[in-house]
């Protein structure tokens, strides 16, 4: 892959051959090739991939995603696919991901069976989960005495519960990251967290201040709420269409990987593009958090979500690859048979 090539390419005359742009150019060439051989990336080659995604206003990502996708082309699923939260057709897949491209985000209309909602919920209630600022230990959530503002859930606990397994094969889900990615999708990781009204101001560490996510090239996150969310316990909050090369203005991008204030996002995007989701237990949204988004502070009570993200490469973060250890018997034969999906998966005493 002649990434170098692509950047140079990329960046104007005017600021290609400065020393610090060279020096990220080159971080990130050659980590890139070293990730293709050893599976792992360096810090350096991931903060070069954000830095010149500052540098470039977004662009640097799409044009290493059209080399990714050109390696791992995506299925063609024409066939009305059935899922856990219904059926949908060609056209139903196409509007999703015409939404997805144009804005962002998309809110599906369907949501999750009930049972899976409550089942899900009591076992965020019954699990320990880890609190900052070291998440050293694990807690239970108790919402009558909340001690932290957030409660993340470990990735390894959430892999092995069962409804979460079945919710990682959804035929549904799979192929909408097929379509946004335009390749296979692998599976990164899942996550879960709750939320509380602790803290009444924005918190750093609860994702509470816009910005942007910057893990890998490329890659799209679907979320599960599952208990009722209103303006008064944290809804999630994006603007509409940030997620685009050149819809990031460069005196924000300038500050690099930062958080952003409301008041310093205000003067560059009109009122109707700072969107608030709303909804009911059950609902399901699908979004790029390269959009810039943050969670609201909690006025009262909670605010739990489930997250799942699927990335085209898992070139970026260093994730640690999960560990199943309870696997279905359904779970097992789909990762199996589905080695790209299952890319950052482990199947401890499997059958194979």
Known sequence: MNLKSIINRLLP?????????????????????????????????????????????????DRIQQKVKSVNPAKKITDKLEGISGSYNKDDFKEINNELNGNGYVKFEKKLPKDIVQRLYHYALQTGAKIPPKYDK???????NPIAEIYRFDNNDLVNNRDIQSLMMDPVLLNIARNYLECEPIFDFPAMWWSTALNKEASSEAAQLYHFDMDRIKWLKIFFYLNDVTEENGPHRYIEGSHKPGHKPAELLRRGYARISDADMKPYYKQEEFKILCAEAGTVFAGDTKCWHKGTPLVSGHRLVLEFEYTSSLFGANIPKMEVKKPSSAFEDFC?????????????????
């Open 13 to 61: 005359k005017s600021i290609k051959h400065k020393i610090r742009l060279r020096k990220q150019i080159e971080a990130l060439y050659d980590g890139y090739n070293n990730f293709l051989k050893e599976g792992n990336t360096s810090h350096k080659a991931h903060m070069s991939l954000i830095n010149l995604y500052c540098s470039t206003g977004g662009e640097i990502n």
């Open 336 to 352: 199996m048979n589905n080695k790209i999906f299952a890319s950052n998966i482990q199947l401890i005493n499997s059958k194979s």
């Open 138 to 144: 694990s807690i239970i959530y108790d919402p009558e």
